[in-house]
């Protein structure tokens, strides 16, 4: 055999591999809608057998007042990451360990205090899981994770009046996400 004919029979070998590998999931958290009915959705790509990169969106642009107008509450907020997963058994089976860049502009305040605050936050997530078959095309995945960054806020006494009580830039650590998700694998 030919230098040539053993280079395209690897790339052929390297190319049906891939092209195996090539398996795509969008998923959604329910308990996200739980979180004053926050919309959400992902996507993740296989990018080899323990490997896939995943992108997130969730978008919240709800503000709920109570009949008389005293009570305002808002989780508001429009996010996106991106990062990776990583399964030690198969991809979208089993455990999974993952890591993600988040960019998150918020508003949020009447929940437990009056108190509101509002910003842009912007930092680097944690999160590990398992995703269960349900089906060859169907997994529900149960996840924890968190995230740190920095954050540029602004906060007020009360989500109505407007009195600004302070502002700045700081680090922050908090939870990112409690999820039980419905996948589609295609």
Not at 68 to 82: E, H
């Amino acid at each position: 055999m030919g230098k040539k004919t053993i280079a395209v029979i690897l790339a052929l070998t390297v190319a049906a591999t891939a092209a195996h590998a090539q398996k795509w999931s969008i998923s959604t958290n329910i308990i996200d809608y739980l979180n004053f009915g926050t919309l959400n959705v992902a996507g993740s790509a296989a990018v080899a057998k323990h490997w896939t990169v995943n992108v997130n969106t969730k978008f919240n642009p709800w503000t709920f007042n109570s009949k008389d107008g005293n009570i305002q509450r808002q989780n508001r907020q429009q996010a996106y990451s991106a990062g990776v997963r990583a399964y030690p058994w198969h991809i979208y089976s089993g455990w999974w360990f993952g890591s993600h860049l988040q960019y998150q502009e918020y508003n949020r305040g009447g929940i437990l205090k009056r108190e509101t605050e509002e910003g842009d936050a912007f930092g680097l997530g944690l999160e590990a899981g398992y995703s269960y078959m349900l089906h060859p095309h169907v997994n529900i995945e149960f996840g924890l994770g968190v995230w740190g960054g920095v954050k540029s806020y602004t906060r007020y006494s009360c989500p109505r009046c407007g009195l600004l009580t302070g502002s700045g830039t700081r680090f922050f650590l908090m939870p990112d996400s409690i999820a039980i998700s419905i996948a589609y694998i295609f």
